[in-house]
């Protein structure tokens, strides 16, 4: 089974790694704009911002590995080097995990609690007709819907109102990224990437 020390190829770069391209695999830039590790008012862990960090080779270039144990998402952008960003994901007893594919992604996505929500959670009845997407909406800016043999699996890799739960086991089940880190992943991931979380 893949995790942490088999997804990471020694010692994680401590600083952002900017490189040129060579294959058409690989033809997205890994500068990681520094506004991404620069926002007001964010208080997470310094690890939980984006960087540039080596990991095997054998990782599809594109896909996205999410180690829940550490709350890190890996993007696989090229060859032996991953962007990895800090997530916060389900709390215990509502963890996804296994493998997906990116079956939708929506800018601003409008957000209706599950069922199994509102029976875990009542305060959540009041939105069961749905929230309109916006910067008010729980899904915050950006949403990359998981799906399995193409049905929607209801887990999200999405922004978030509460950024400060980066790097925590709270959510109910999908991985909750900064607004302005979920956007950067969402302009590199394509339709159809593999999504595997541990």
């Known amino acids: 089974m893949l995790d942490r020390r088999n997804l990471m190829l020694g010692a994680f770069a401590a600083t952002a790694v900017t490189a040129v391209p ?3 695999m690989a033809m997205q830039s890994l500068t990681i ?3 991404l590790t ?6 997470i862990a310094p690890e ?8 095997k080779r054998k990782f599809e270039v594109g896909s996205i590995h999410v180690i829940s144990s550490q709350h890190f998402l890996y993007y696989i952008a090229k060859p032996g080097r991953a962007i990895r960003y800090g997530v916060a994901v389900g709390r ?23 069922p199994e929500m509102i029976a875990r ?8 007709d749905g929230v309109p997407g916006g910067p008010n909406n729980p899904l915050g800016a950006r949403a990359i819907y998981l799906y399995q043999n193409g049905r929607d699996t209801a887990i999200r890799i999405h922004g978030t109102i509460e ?3 980066i790097g925590r086991s709270v959510s109910n089940g ?7 880190h979920v956007t950067d992943l969402y302009t590199r991931v394509e339709l159809g990437a593999n999504v595997t979380v541990y």
Do not use: H, I
């Open 22 to 24: 060579t294959s058409a």
């Open 33 to 35: 704009d520094p506004s």
């Open 38 to 43: 620069n926002l007001p008012g964010l208080k």
């Open 48 to 55: 939980f911002y984006p960087v540039v960090v080596p990991v």
């Open 92 to 114: 215990e007893g509502l963890q996804f995990r296994g493998a997906a594919n990116v079956g939708r992604k929506v800018e601003w996505p409008s957000w209706k609690p599950t």
């Open 121 to 128: 959670n009542p305060s959540y009845a009041k939105y069961a």
């Open 163 to 165: 950024p400060n739960s």
């Open 174 to 180: 999908c991985m909750r990224m900064v607004n302005e």
